[in-house]
């Protein structure tokens, strides 16, 4: 994992967390614009929808999720929260069962970008781009990596199926109808419940006392993200 406090000690340090909020918004352009993609062909087909089919990051920025979240996360824990301004989807007018496809759109766009950023990073380890022996004192990697486990993480957690996340609208989708506004409406302390477990999955509320958590899974993350890399690598190899 990359040390962002150290990187904001040099200019060059500054450049690659430019680098990496950059595509830290491309990615949440990703997973807005494929809620608003979703929703436009579920039916939702107002205007407001239609502006947010695009992956330009602009269009889904937000100044508090996208830009303050993440400085204050980095700042004061050392790894990145963030995420994009909502796409404020007509429910009624696509149903529960359409609005569970557009709830997955969001994290499969984040796992499409991931795709991206792999067989890019790949093909920079096979073309020799970056030096496979000492890849993690590339800026591409430097630059790449965080982007890329943010996005997987981001999509794995919006999976889970507490509200406000993607994954709650696949709940939703069986639910009475009556029964399922009352499941929406814990979305407040979903946010509250959500940020507390990845606080204390990664560990950071052990100096607390609040239990150790199982930062492994933040680590397994990350090992699981370089062998995707490797084997992208090989098979760029496999076509010189």
């Known amino acids: 994992m990359v040390d962002f406090r150290a990187l904001a000690s040099s200019a060059e340090g500054w ?17 807005e614009g494929g809620h608003a993609w979703a929703a436009w062909v579920s039916g939702d087909r107002r205007s407001d929808i239609r502006r947010r089919v695009t992956l330009n990051p602009i269009k889904h920025f937000h100044w508090i999720l996208s830009l303050v979240l993440p400085a204050v996360s980095v700042y004061f824990l050392g790894w990145v929260l963030g995420g994009a301004k909502p796409v404020l989807i007509d429910a009624g007018r696509i149903g529960p069962r359409r609005m569970a496809f557009v709830g997955l759109a969001g994290p499969v766009g984040n796992f499409l970008f991931c795709g991206l950023v792999i067989a890019v ?53 069986v639910l009475p109808d009556r029964i399922r506004g009352i499941w929406y409406r814990l979305a ?48 760029w190899r496999s076509l010189r």
């Open 188 to 235: 407040p302390l979903g946010i509250i419940g959500v940020l507390a477990f990845s606080l204390w999955l990664g560990g950071f509320l052990a100096q607390y006392g609040l239990g150790r958590g199982h930062p492994e899974v933040y680590t397994g993350l990350d090992a699981k993200i370089d062998g995707y890399i490797t084997a992208m690598s090989d098979f």
């Open 15 to 31: 450049l690659v967390l430019l680098g990496i909020f950059t595509l830290i918004l491309v990615t949440n352009a990703f997973h």
């Open 121 to 173: 990073l790949g093909a920079a380890l096979a073309f020799d781009w970056i030096n496979s022996a000492n890849a993690i004192a590339s800026p591409l990697w430097k630059i790449g990596k965080p982007a890329l486990w943010f996005s997987a993480a981001l999509g794995l957690f919006n999976l889970l199926p507490f509200p406000p996340l993607d994954g709650s609208r696949i709940v939703g989708a």
